[in-house]
């Protein structure tokens, strides 16, 4: 099980909001530019909400803060240098923001396990391709975020560090894969943190913990794909932040990284990111209105009524404030069995000859995906190929035809469940074939390979007895609409900012 069999009672939430942790990336910068706080400074804050927090959420199991300390002192000297004028003082624009790598992405150095036992010594001789695109940009590396076992599924729980608690409520999960970040960034350990997506690992988390997470559109750049196939674009990486801005941040230095080069003065970072910030307002000003397609159960799939009836809430506030609603839904046919093939084929790709190995040590959800991709014919893999094609084209003709800017609907089909199931197995009643289905309001976008943005979309209660859980707003675009979906996610924040509102982050300590 993924949890000890006492599972810690649920806190009481606290009505207010000025407990969530209040940092952003740009005000942030523009404090350590003008020397009003230091990165060494920045870095024992974060420290001390880790050393509060993290024994009760697990989100940093593995930590290097020692490491980045040195990094801090160092970034504090070019950022005096810089404000002495001096033009050898470069810095990236992250300079100095604390941030977690997931456990899946090599660190030189440092404990790297995938959530395996079988690697649970494991140190790599050099950081993975997006941790050095992260780290060159500044970014203070201080953990590793908490995943489940080679980030297959979205519970985030392993037999070598545990399971991660829920921040909202501690006997609940995180979602996964990219759970440990979530919960890191929630609770204020971290500014920034990494993640992948195959099936839903940076999106389920985001909505599971109330924080931004993006799936980028797949596209391909070996660099960026660590594992054994760098070809594949079934799974990416990408950001998780607490804002859309901020997520932005990110994702420039993860796929934008000569733009994120450490050549200028941090102050000069915070001219030009000011600038771009203001010409992206300017540009939203003068969009018309904005069109969004919803579905409260992406064409039929089962979601959980406490999340539907929240969805409707964020629908009602978006229009409320001047957004078009298109209600409806594509059909995409045999979606499901395309990413049940695509991820067997991952599966056997990644794993097949740790499983020939090793396959008394590896849990049974791993050896269950390995098992269906060796079974697949070339027949089965070239109709999923194809499924994913059309699946692509049919969502962006109905984006297009519609004359969308997203498509809108519930991130997860139910809300956070506790720390002692696995994997959900029912919705309301309705039987799920595979400890996959309860995906499918994201896999289906990881199919067609779109990006996909979780955003918070307020809380729902199980019961009334019980406390309100996030619930998460995704929103979709067109390939390679990267950031015009930011452009719109961070409209539609702005409206939904109320609902995120009353409910205060709960002290695990209290």
Same mark, same amino acid.
């Given at each position: 099980?993924?949890?000890?069999?006492?599972?810690? $009672?649920? !806190?009481?939430?606290?009505?207010?909001?000025?407990?969530?942790?209040?940092?952003?990336?740009?005000?942030?910068?523009?404090?350590?530019?003008?020397?009003?706080?230091?990165?060494?400074?920045?870095?024992? $804050?974060?420290?001390?909400?880790?050393?509060?927090?993290?024994?009760?959420?697990?989100?940093?199991?593995?930590?290097?803060?020692?490491?980045? $300390? %040195?990094?801090?002192?160092?970034?504090?000297?070019?950022?005096?240098?810089?404000?002495?004028?001096?033009?050898?003082?470069?810095?990236?624009?992250?300079?100095?923001?604390?941030?977690?790598?997931?456990?899946?992405?090599?660190?030189?150095?440092?404990?790297?396990?995938? %959530?395996?036992?079988?690697?649970?010594?494991?140190? &790599?001789?050099?950081?993975?391709?997006?941790?050095?695109?992260?780290?060159?940009?500044?970014?203070?590396?201080?953990?590793?975020?908490?995943?489940?076992?080679?980030?297959?599924?979205?519970?985030?729980? =392993?037999?070598?560090?545990?399971?991660?608690?829920?921040?909202?409520?501690?006997?609940?999960?995180?979602?996964?894969?990219?759970?440990?970040?979530?919960?890191?960034?929630?609770?204020?350990?971290?500014?920034?943190?990494?993640?992948?997506?195959?099936?839903?690992?940076?999106?389920?988390?985001?909505?599971?913990?109330?924080?931004?997470?993006?799936?980028?559109?797949?596209?391909?750049?070996?660099?960026?794909?660590?594992?054994?196939?760098?070809? =594949?674009?079934?799974?990416?990486?990408?950001?998780?932040?607490?804002?859309?801005?901020?997520?932005?941040?990110?994702?420039?230095?993860?796929?934008?990284?000569?733009?994120?080069?450490?050549?200028?003065?941090? *102050?000069?970072?915070?001219?030009?990111?000011?600038?771009?910030?203001?010409?992206?307002?300017?540009?939203?000003?003068?969009?018309?209105?904005?069109?969004?397609?919803?579905?409260?159960?992406?064409?039929?799939?089962?979601?959980?009524?406490?999340?539907? !009836?929240?969805?409707?809430?964020?629908?009602?506030?978006?229009?409320?404030?001047?957004?078009?609603?298109?209600?409806?839904?594509?059909?995409? +046919?045999?979606?499901?069995?395309?990413?049940?093939?695509?991820?067997?084929?991952?599966?056997?790709?990644?794993?097949? $000859?740790?499983?020939?190995? !090793?396959?008394?040590?590896?849990? *049974?959800?791993?050896?269950? =995906?390995?098992?269906?991709?060796?079974?697949?014919?070339?027949?089965?893999?070239?109709?999923?190929?194809?499924?994913?094609?059309?699946?692509?084209?049919?969502?962006?003709?109905?984006?297009?035809? !519609?004359?969308? *800017?997203?498509?809108? %609907?519930?991130?997860?089909?139910?809300?956070?469940?506790?720390?002692?199931? &696995?994997?959900?197995?029912?919705?309301?009643?309705?039987?799920?074939?595979?400890?996959?289905?309860?995906?499918?309001?994201?896999?289906?976008?990881?199919?067609?390979?779109?990006?996909?943005?979780?955003? +918070?979309?307020?809380?729902?209660?199980?019961?009334?007895?019980?406390?309100?859980?996030?619930?998460?707003?995704?929103?979709?675009?067109?390939?390679?609409?990267?950031?015009?979906?930011?452009?719109?996610?961070?409209?539609?924040?702005?409206?939904?900012?109320?609902?995120?509102?009353?409910?205060?982050?709960?002290?695990?300590?209290?």
């Amino acid at each position: 099980m993924p949890a000890a069999k006492n599972a810690p $009672e649920p !806190h009481k939430l606290k009505v207010a909001s000025d407990s969530w942790p209040g940092r952003d990336v740009a005000s942030t910068r523009q404090l350590l530019a003008r020397g009003e706080i230091s990165c060494q400074e920045l870095l024992a $804050e974060h420290r001390q909400a880790v050393a509060r927090l993290n024994p009760s959420l697990n989100a940093l199991p593995t930590l290097c803060l020692s490491q980045a $300390e %040195g990094e801090a002192k160092r970034l504090d000297k070019l950022l005096s240098a810089g404000r002495a004028g001096r033009r050898s003082a470069a810095v990236g624009p992250l300079a100095g923001l604390p941030y977690c790598a997931k456990d899946m992405f090599d660190t030189e150095g440092i404990l790297t396990t995938y %959530g395996s036992p079988i690697y649970a010594q494991h140190r &790599p001789a050099k950081d993975a391709e997006i941790v050095t695109r992260i780290r060159r940009a500044g970014a203070l590396l201080i953990g590793k975020s908490n995943t489940p076992e080679f980030a297959a599924g979205s519970q985030t729980f =392993n037999r070598v560090f545990g399971a991660t608690h829920n921040p909202w409520d501690l006997s609940r999960t995180c979602g996964g894969s990219s759970g440990g970040g979530a919960v890191a960034l929630r609770s204020g350990m971290v500014m920034l943190a990494d993640g992948s997506d195959l099936a839903a690992s940076l999106r389920n988390p985001a909505s599971f913990c109330s924080v931004v997470g993006l799936r980028p559109s797949s596209h391909l750049e070996p660099r960026l794909q660590s594992g054994a196939n760098p070809f =594949n674009t079934l799974s990416v990486v990408g950001p998780m932040a607490r804002t859309v801005a901020d997520l932005r941040e990110l994702f420039a230095a993860i796929f934008d990284p000569a733009g994120c080069t450490p050549n200028q003065r941090l *102050d000069q970072w915070c001219t030009q990111r000011k600038r771009e910030s203001q010409l992206r307002k300017s540009l939203n000003a003068k969009r018309k209105k904005l069109r969004v397609g919803f579905s409260n159960d992406w064409g039929g799939l089962p979601v959980q009524r406490e999340v539907r !009836h929240q969805m409707q809430v964020c629908v009602t506030a978006l229009a409320a404030n001047g957004v078009e609603i298109i209600e409806g839904f594509p059909k995409l +046919p045999e979606m499901r069995q395309a990413f049940l093939t695509l991820r067997g084929l991952f599966f056997v790709a990644e794993l097949g $000859e740790l499983y020939a190995t !090793h396959r008394d040590q590896l849990k *049974d959800t791993v050896v269950w =995906n390995i098992e269906q991709g060796l079974k697949l014919t070339a027949a089965e893999l070239a109709h999923a190929e194809k499924l994913r094609s059309a699946a692509r084209r049919q969502l962006e003709d109905y984006m297009q035809s !519609h004359r969308l *800017d997203a498509l809108a %609907g519930p991130t997860n089909q139910v809300l956070p469940f506790d720390l002692e199931t &696995p994997y959900v197995s029912e919705i309301d009643g309705q039987r799920l074939e595979t400890y996959v289905d309860w995906l499918a309001s994201n896999f289906i976008f990881s199919v067609a390979g779109l990006p996909a943005l979780s955003l +918070p979309g307020g809380f729902a209660r199980p019961s009334p007895q019980q406390l309100p859980l996030p619930v998460g707003l995704q929103l979709v675009g067109p390939w390679a609409g990267d950031d015009a979906l930011m452009n719109t996610a961070e409209q539609i924040e702005s409206i939904l900012a109320p609902l995120n509102a009353p409910f205060s982050f709960p002290d695990p300590l209290a």
